[in-house]
């Protein structure tokens, strides 16, 4: 593959996790309100990884994968879709779409901190000013009362914090560990297996399933949208980032997702928008910038000189 050409797949993968996946707060949130949430993220994951397998088979890729990257997949689709995704989906039945997804920004603190204590990688500080104003952005969200003391929030934020080390974890497990070659088939095992064990947790949870022939139309609807786009699309090119960026990089997506997430949760569920909560998604996407832009920090470094 020429350089151009994988320019251009980086940037249409991170067009996907950042607005596709920005878009799946308010999918998950309309069909969370209908269908319990371990049995929606479950249906959700394994109806996409066997799609994927089916595709896969069509266009006469192999699905074939060693144990050991088997037993990989099924960590890593535990990680990130089993509880970093269905906790999220169950905590979105007590906060806004945009407070969750704001929450969420602050992942990368979380992969820069992993990364140091479990691998000993130097934290570069354009990094350390890009987390302090997404600690700044979080922090202007969460003071405000009107969020903050709604019923079952504080339970919400707890949990959706929980599943931000899930996904940090993951990211690092992910990206040094042996899985299938070929991005679309590794997704795929990462649905499936990631969606049996949600049906697992769902059952244990005592859910009441229903049939999707049950389901309100607005429901089915949003099913589809999040099994294709949400998850086929979204988490093959967030697969294909992790083997191609440094994990911080890809964690950068938890910063312009809440901007999505608040404009949609806006605009279709009339969720309110604050103005400290305008300030607090720009302080946000400041830190995205920093953390996108380590090399300015030497042009900066000889102007402070």
Request: charged share 10%; with cysteine; hydrophobic share 55%.
């Amino acid at each position: 593959m020429g350089k151009s050409s994988k320019t251009t797949l980086i940037v249409l993968a991170f067009f996907a996790i950042y607005v596709i996946w920005g878009s799946t707060y308010l999918l998950n949130k309309i069909a969370v309100l209908e269908l319990p949430p371990f049995m929606l993220a479950s249906f959700r994951f394994t109806t996409a990884g066997i799609l994927i397998f089916v595709l896969a088979r069509i266009m006469g890729i192999k699905i074939s994968i060693t144990r050991k990257q088997l037993g990989n997949t099924i960590i890593a689709g535990f990680l990130f879709l089993s509880f970093g995704n269905g906790v999220v989906v169950w905590a979105l039945k007590y906060v806004d779409t945009g407070f969750a997804a704001l929450e969420i920004s602050a992942q990368p603190l979380i992969i820069l901190l992993l990364m140091w204590m479990l691998q000993g990688k130097k934290i570069q500080p354009m990094s350390i000013i890009g987390v302090i104003f997404g600690i700044v952005g979080i922090y202007l969200l969460i003071s405000q009362k009107q969020i903050i003391t709604k019923e079952g929030s504080i339970l919400g934020m707890i949990m959706i914090f929980a599943c931000m080390l899930s996904w940090g974890y993951g990211s690092l497990f992910v990206g040094k560990a042996d899985l299938p070659s070929n991005y679309f088939v590794n997704t795929g095992y990462q649905m499936f297996t990631g969606g049996i064990i949600l049906a697992l947790m769902s059952f244990g949870f005592g859910e009441e399933w229903t049939s999707p022939l049950d389901w309100s139309g607005k429901v089915q609807l949003v099913m589809i949208l999040l099994v294709i786009f949400g998850s086929i699309l979204a988490f093959t090119s967030f697969n294909y980032l992790l083997k191609s960026v440094s994990p911080e990089k890809v964690a950068t997506s938890t910063y312009v997702n809440p901007i999505v997430a608040l404009i949609l949760g806006w605009y279709f569920l009339e969720e309110e928008i604050t103005s400290q909560s305008i300030v607090a998604a720009v302080v946000l996407l400041t830190g995205v910038y920093f953390i996108n832009t380590k090399k300015r920090l030497a042009l900066f470094a000889r102007f402070k000189r």
